[in-house]
């Protein structure tokens, strides 16, 4: 599963940091998701209750930021930040358009105590 395995990645990088830290209890986890990531936050915060059992982040609680959708025109060059549901370069219309970012998913920080 999809989900199972990013929730895996994510839970090895915050009890690595957490060790690094010292870290008795990790309390939230702030993670990066691009409007492309096809990632179901609901679903990873149920595959993390899951796998955290048991260790120092179980009961941590994930939040999800979602990270603009930025793309460059091929037709005009122009480049900039567009909506999910218009799928268009706002200078010419094109639609001919190259991703340079929104797929990303990583952990940005992480509370722990
Ligand atoms: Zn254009």
């Known amino acids: 599963?999809?989900?199972?395995?990013?929730?895996?990645?994510?839970l090895d990088i915050v009890l690595s940091a957490g060790k690094d830290a010292g870290a008795q209890h990790v309390r939230a986890i702030r993670l990066k998701t691009g409007a492309y990531?096809?990632?179901?936050?609901s679903l990873v915060q149920e595959?993390?209750?899951l796998l955290a059992r048991g260790s120092i982040a179980e009961h941590?609680?994930?939040?999800f930021e979602a990270l603009p959708l930025i793309v460059r025109c091929r037709g005009c060059g122009w480049q900039g930040e567009i909506e999910k549901?218009?799928?268009?370069?706002?200078?010419?219309?094109?639609?001919?358009?190259?991703?340079?970012?929104?797929?990303e998913f990583y952990v940005d920080s992480i509370e722990a105590e």
């Open 1 to 10: 599963m999809h989900e199972m395995a990013i929730t895996q990645s994510i």
């Open 37 to 41: 990531s096809d990632v179901v936050p």
């Open 47 to 49: 595959c993390f209750d």
């Open 60 to 63: 941590a609680v994930l939040h």
């Open 85 to 103: 549901r218009h799928i268009a370069c706002k200078a010419c219309g094109g639609q001919d358009l190259e991703m340079l970012s929104g797929r």
